[in-house]
């Protein structure tokens, strides 16, 4: 069940999107593939190993709060928080993406794509006002279809392979190998990986947690990297570069070339329905993140209170309207280059929880009463994941780099706030050192 929590959160509508995003960088895309699949196979040995050190421990927040201190952590945690709500920002328009595909006029308007992003994050924040059984039973339904489009994807590939090899060298992109591409690449291909710490997130709920969690982490990891390599290669050498960069619907584009038909829409129905499970699943994480910092005094208190179906209403809200801003206030062009933005920005304020992670590991090894005493490989493993997340931090653009600067540096005067506010530091009570 914990391998599951990891797969299914990291696997979402990203990768359904991420073909158009990475068409640009030609084979590149696949070495930056491989090279985010080893960096976030060592970050997630780093997570498991603090599972497995403090099995007890609030995730990301304690491991953060133990290394360095209560302000650390809070600006750890505002960072991934502002990244959620900017990844749900991404989501909403990968799923418009899709659903362009049925009515590809729609388009050409310059209001249409955003306002139909804006109606989905209000629709999923409208369904987890009414508690979490509510927003179960939508997750539930949407679960079992998630995999089906990339088993499709994965078996089409393989029939070409076999019936037409010589298919997979008509369209072979012109970019030589660049390091500076793989990189950015990288960039681009880890916000498909976000989630990997999420079965260190509910640690307190697992069985048996420091074998659990860190098998689970790794497993997971491994599990959505090899089906991600899977159906990206595909698309890469079966659709013609210019053709690819310019979709809005990359998998379900190349079912239609390949065998014809409705084949096409039928695949673009089923990516949809686990865009709108995404969305739904990472609308009520916000929610709860943002309920869960609130009690522990980061956030106004007001954010923590519930409705009278115990759903943190105020929450929901706050994050539906900051997820609305982004979104509108940087939509330009097509879909598939705000996509790209979106993702690069969350993947560049969800770095300082990746690199907390491998420093936590370094750090806390050196201190007297360790639960373990770290071994020289797993510091390795612990520098191979600092160094990645340095990569990923080079392969970032401007633009998306100096927002996600920016929205981390306002948490620094919501972190003097809070003190000024309560006379103490926020999470000050929670530091176990």
């Known amino acids: 069940m914990s391998t599951a929590l990891v797969v299914g959160n990291i696997i979402g509508i990203g990768i359904f999107l991420m073909p158009a995003a990475l068409a640009p960088f030609g084979l590149n895309a696949l070495s930056g593939w491989v090279v985010t699949a080893v960096g976030c196979a060592a970050l997630a040995v780093t997570f498991a190993a603090l599972a497995r050190d403090f099995p007890g421990a609030d995730g990301p927040y304690d491991y953060t709060l133990r290394a360095f201190g209560p302000a650390t952590a809070f600006l750890v945690m505002w960072c991934y928080w502002v990244s959620v709500w900017v990844a749900n920002a991404a989501i909403a328009m990968g799923v418009v993406g899709y659903l362009l595909y049925f009515a590809p006029s729609l388009a050409a308007s310059p209001l249409v794509p955003p306002a139909t992003g804006l109606a989905l994050v209000w629709l999923f924040v409208l369904i987890n006002l009414r508690g979490v059984r509510a927003a179960g039973w939508v997750q539930l339904l949407t679960t079992v279809l998630k995999l089906l489009p990339q088993f499709a994807v994965i078996v089409l590939g393989l029939a070409v392979l076999i019936g037409r090899p010589h298919a997979y060298t008509e369209h072979l992109p012109p970019n030589p190998a660049s390091w500076s591409e793989v990189a950015s ?36 990891t491994l599990i959505s ?54 969305l739904n699943g990472w609308t009520l994480v916000i929610g709860e993140v943002t309920e869960t910092v609130a009690r522990h005094g980061a956030f106004p208190a007001s954010l923590a209170r519930t409705n009278s179906r ?21 939509y330009a062009g097509s879909v598939a280059d705000l996509f790209s933005f ?59 780099l100096l927002w996600g600067i920016a929205l981390g540096a306002v948490g620094v005067p919501v972190y003097l706030a809070g003190i000024w506010l309560q006379g103490r530091r926020p999470g000050a009570a929670r530091d176990p050192a």
């Open 185 to 220: 690449v990288s960039a681009i291909a880890m916000f498909a990986m976000l989630g990997i710490e999420c079965a260190t997130i509910a640690a307190s709920k697992v069985r048996d947690p420091e074998r659990t969690i860190a098998r689970a982490t790794l497993a997971g």
């Open 342 to 400: 979106l993702t690069a920005m969350a993947v560049n304020l969800g770095l300082p929880l990746y690199l907390a992670g491998a420093l936590a590991v370094l750090r806390l090894r050196r201190r007297p009463g360790a639960p373990a005493k770290r071994s020289g490989a797993l510091a390795a493993v612990a520098v191979v994941a600092l160094t990645y997340c340095l990569y990923v931090g080079y392969g970032l653009e401007r633009r998306p």
């Open 310 to 330: 115990g759903a943190p209403a105020r929450a929901f809200i706050a994050t539906g309207l900051a997820t609305s801003v982004m979104l509108l206030g940087n």
């Open 225 to 278: 990297a090899a089906i991600y390599i899977g159906i990206s290669v595909v698309p890469m050498f079966l659709i013609p570069q210019r053709e690819l960069a310019a979709s809005t619907a990359p998998f379900a584009d190349l079912l239609t070339r390949q065998l014809g038909g409705h084949w096409g829409g039928v695949l673009a129905a089923f990516v949809v329905v686990s865009g709108l499970g995404t």
